[in-house]
């Protein structure tokens, strides 16, 4: 398991957005092209996960994994998924929208979810120090363990 990243960076092969006076444009296609990203970054590590979950012996190891891998799953199912829908409302909207989806609300809603996807490579990052030292954990200052250490 190699430590991983994370990047509000789009694929270079990726069609530009518009830009205006210079500054990209940070609207649903944007936003969909960092959604698509996270959420490939996100399965990436589900894998990952569950295929350290395929040998598990250690009980305690088994159940920090399971958990990690459906923080990952559920968040791209759920959250993601819901910021998908409000970027494809975003591009498509008309103006007898009610309650439109504003670029900012785009920005709103995409720093929350980062905080969780940042919280789960955080604990996929710990995993891997975990396996390293051979799934024990590693008590620092007398506290608790591995999970409070950065």
Same mark, same amino acid.
């Given at each position: 398991?190699?430590?991983?990243?994370?990047?509000?960076?789009?694929?270079?092969?990726?069609?530009?957005?518009? /830009?205006?006076?210079?500054?990209?444009?940070?609207?649903?296609?944007?936003?969909?092209?960092?959604?698509?990203?996270?959420?490939? +970054?996100?399965?990436? #590590?589900?894998?990952?996960?569950?295929? @350290?979950?395929?040998?598990?012996?250690?009980?305690?190891?088994?159940?920090?994994?399971?958990?990690?891998?459906?923080?990952?799953? #559920?968040?791209?199912?759920?959250?993601?998924?819901?910021? /998908?829908? #409000?970027?494809?409302?975003?591009?498509?909207?008309?103006?007898?929208?009610?309650?439109? +989806?504003?670029?900012?609300?785009?920005?709103?809603?995409?720093?929350?979810?980062?905080?969780?996807?940042?919280?789960?490579?955080? @604990?996929?990052?710990?995993?891997?120090?975990?396996?390293?030292?051979?799934?024990?954990?590693?008590?620092?200052?007398?506290?608790?363990?591995?999970?409070?250490?950065?």
């Amino acid at each position: 398991m190699e430590n991983l990243q994370v990047t509000d960076e789009v694929d270079a092969t990726a069609q530009k957005p518009e /830009k205006i006076d210079g500054e990209e444009i940070k609207d649903g296609h944007y936003f969909l092209k960092l959604h698509s990203n996270q959420v490939q +970054t996100l399965e990436n #590590l589900a894998e990952m996960v569950e295929k @350290e979950l395929l040998g598990c012996e250690n009980e305690e190891a088994c159940g920090i994994l399971r958990a990690a891998s459906g923080k990952a799953r #559920l968040l791209v199912a759920q959250k993601l998924n819901q910021f /998908k829908g #409000l970027c494809l409302k975003n591009i498509e909207q008309s103006s007898s929208d009610d309650f439109p +989806t504003t670029n900012e609300d785009l920005a709103g809603f995409w720093d929350m979810v980062m905080i969780q996807v940042e919280d789960v490579i955080s @604990e996929c990052n710990k995993i891997k120090k975990l396996k390293n030292n051979n799934w024990k954990q590693e008590m620092e200052r007398g506290n608790q363990a591995w999970l409070d250490a950065e």
